[in-house]
């Protein structure tokens, strides 16, 4: 059975950059098909979409417009985790942040299954 | 503002039927599947309906999905205490974005 755990900071300063691993346990990062996602939510408030990568090759991951100048995710197919950077971090950005495999059927549909359980980082000097 | 809305509550009695209204447009649901995840109070989202009407393994046929046009409907027949919760809609939209709903409260009176 496929288990994500996130891990990193609880507390990161603003404008310095947040950083997260999902670590992936029951499975390959690298099986066929597999797509890695992060989606954030705020304390009281809704989902948000950060964005997507495959295991392997530049140019394979896919991220929400609204952050992309800012965020980076990245594989690490040896240790089976993938990571999130978001650079220049305010308190806006202070949130439960999941990582999830997003399963991708190209051109026919696609849905975050399983969820990590998600880590508490707070934006604060 | 979410790009995909929903009804920020939504209420009903054990046994009574409830339906969750998502509406979007014609770059996300109208030409993409729409899913739906279900939050239990303090836990991480979990798949509930994916590609408009699939129920993951493990999922009650209580729950159903549908969708037309540009919405979406979750509806919950034989409504039980453990399904309060919040309920998100999402759809891959085409300005190469998921899209989630802004989330709609579920309560069993």
């Known amino acids: 059975q496929l288990q994500l755990q996130e891990s990193g900071p609880g507390l990161v300063k603003p404008s310095e950059t947040l950083s997260l691993t999902c670590t992936v346990s029951g499975g390959s990062i690298s099986s066929n098909n597999d797509y890695w996602g992060w989606i954030r939510q705020p304390p009281g408030k809704g989902l948000e979409w950060i964005g997507t990568?495959?295991?392997?090759?530049?140019?394979?991951?896919h991220y929400n417009p609204s952050l992309k100048s800012r965020v980076t995710i990245s594989v690490d197919t040896t240790r089976n985790q993938f990571s999130l950077k978001l650079s220049s971090v305010t308190a806006a950005d202070t949130a439960v942040y999941y990582c999830?495999?997003?399963?991708?059927?190209?051109?026919?549909?696609?849905?975050?299954?399983?969820w990590g359980q998600g880590t508490l980082v707070t934006v604060s000097s | 503002q979410s790009v995909l809305t929903q009804p920020p509550s939504a209420s009903g009695t054990p046994g009574q039927r409830v339906t969750i209204s998502c509406s979007g447009s014609s770059s996300n649901i109208g030409s993409n599947t729409v899913n739906w995840y279900q939050q239990l109070p303090g836990t991480a989202p979990k798949l509930l309906i994916y590609t408009n009407n699939q129920r993951p393994s493990g999922v009650p046929d209580r729950f159903s999905g549908s969708k037309s046009g540009t919405s979406a409907s979750l509806a919950i027949s034989g409504l039980q205490s453990e399904d309060e919760a919040d309920y998100y809609c999402a759809a891959w939209d085409d300005s190469l974005n998921v899209v989630f709903g802004g989330g709609t409260k579920l309560t069993v009176l």
């Open positions: 999830a495999r997003h399963d991708i059927v190209p051109r026919i549909s696609d849905w975050f299954d399983p």
């Open positions: 990568t495959y295991y392997s090759g530049s140019g394979s991951s």
